[in-house]
């Protein structure tokens, strides 16, 4: 198993596979989604792909913005958060525990279309993959286990009596010629468990089934197919899955369908015997914090009312410049221009900047002045290495409005949970109470952040 932090760390990977994983993910980078709101006018004009930087002098890898997991002929690759680098190779127990954030993280993202089911996940592994699908089994397994998806799907049998519509051209040719007077060939609407939703969850199925090493996701597995036995094999891509929609009584279905985009989505198993060698589920980590913080605030603090990447601006009279502040906050008469940085910020008493970059500061002036905001909010993510939160507060004199000023807050904001790096740490049921802590304490410095009361729940 390979770990690699973004930008930090580099590691050696195997020669006889080294030219095959870049080709691999220049073909995962060209089928990516790219009308995502994940990936920028930048990433779209790039063919080659920017996932991970290829040394070929010293057959190494390095890790670029992204994080996730990449599968590649039996050899795992990890590409995980920077803020979690510590300088050192992480042990088995980090990788769970740096695992069990991004997912939490996920848990809160609106853009993304992530499978939102983390309440059966309370086991660890260090694979992303193997709890991908792990989440996966569980979910499909116990859905199944109450309720099977059946629709009505048009049926041609051959039957003793008349059901639906005669097909007469098929009666004449086969039957009528060959002597089968009594054998009618039918066309009609049956309500039935063999249909498109369910080949499919049968084809993925038995892809993560010769894939997985995990036990309990195996056994989860193979009672999918028990349920499924009845069900066509067959390939279903991931555009029809996707286009697949669901009236309100199946509406729990709409997981196990996303689940299923996401495996076809980023693999390319049809290339190789339908087997799951390959796959990659890969995020630029920037646009995640972004979602997150978005996604968190829009959850779990009613007094905020928040907008995600307003593009109604423009800094510049002929409208060539677009201003896209990541969220515009609306807290009854204030109006408050908040940006996400995903950057790593060291506390320095003597920093003068007080942690804030010049381009920066030069941004949220423009997002001032543009959206007449006297107070803006920088929000970057702390680190495993400081726990002490380097927060600052400056103000800038606007001598064209009549001397106001703008306050310039900036905030690092608690996403990281400390204790389930300790060895002894023991995990609560449920991922989701492992970050409850978190949550409130998260809660609490955004409300900090913006001059807002905190009552502890």
Not at 337 to 363: E, H, R, W
């Amino acid at each position: 198993m390979t770990n690699l932090f973004e930008y930090q760390n580099t590691s050696e990977f195997s020669k006889s596979h080294f030219e095959g994983l870049e080709v691999f993910l220049d073909d995962i980078w060209s089928k990516r989604e790219k009308s995502s709101s994940y990936f920028n006018e930048e990433d779209e004009r790039v063919e080659q792909q920017r996932f991970i930087q290829f040394s070929h002098k010293h057959t190494t890898l390095k890790s670029n913005k992204y994080v996730g997991v990449i599968l590649y002929e039996g050899a795992t690759i990890n590409l995980l958060p920077k803020i979690f680098f510590t300088g050192k190779e992480p042990f088995a127990n980090d990788v769970k525990a740096i695992n069990k954030h991004v997912l939490w993280w996920l848990s809160y993202c609106r853009k993304l279309k992530f499978p939102n089911y983390l309440s059966g996940l309370n086991s660890e592994k260090a694979d992303f993959f193997e709890i991908l699908i792990y989440l996966f089994s569980k979910y499909t397994r116990e859905l199944l286990n109450s309720a099977i998806y059946q629709k009505y799907t048009e049926v041609n049998k051959e039957l003793n009596f008349v059901k639906g519509r005669i097909d007469f051209n098929a009666y004449i040719q086969n039957n009528l010629s060959n002597g089968r007077h009594h054998k009618i060939s039918c066309e009609f609407d049956a309500f039935e468990m063999d249909n498109e939703f369910n080949r499919c969850v049968k084809f993925v199925s038995k892809l993560l089934l010769s894939t997985t090493k995990e036990n309990q996701s195996r056994r989860f597995l193979s009672d999918i197919l028990f349920i499924l036995d009845e069900v066509e094999d067959v390939n279903v891509s991931a555009d029809k899955m996707r286009r697949m929609t669901f009236n309100p009584m199946f509406s729990d279905f709409e997981t196990i369908r996303d689940y299923c985009v996401l495996f076809l989505d980023n693999s390319v198993s049809f290339n190789y015997k339908n087997s799951l060698k390959l796959f990659a589920f890969l995020l630029p980590m920037e646009y995640v914090f972004e979602d997150f913080i978005f996604g968190f605030m829009d959850k779990e603090i009613d007094e905020i009312k928040a907008q995600s990447q307003i593009g109604t601006k423009h800094l510049d009279e002929e409208r060539n410049f677009k201003l896209k502040p990541d969220l515009h906050l609306t807290l009854e008469d204030r109006s408050i221009i908040a940006d996400t940085k995903y950057k790593i910020v060291y506390s320095d008493n003597n920093d003068p900047k007080k942690g804030i970059s010049q381009n920066d500061l030069y941004q949220m002036l423009a997002y001032a002045v543009r959206f007449k905001a006297n107070e803006i909010i920088l929000y970057y993510p702390d680190t495993i290495k400081i726990e002490t939160p380097n927060n600052s507060e400056l103000f800038i004199v606007d001598e064209l409005a009549g001397g106001e000023k703008v306050c310039v807050k900036s905030f690092q904001l608690p996403i990281i949970n400390r204790a389930l790096f300790d060895i002894n740490y023991q995990a609560k049921p449920l991922l989701l109470e492992d970050f409850e802590d978190t949550k409130y304490e998260l809660i609490r410095q955004i409300k900090k952040s913006l001059d807002l009361d905190y009552v502890l729940l």
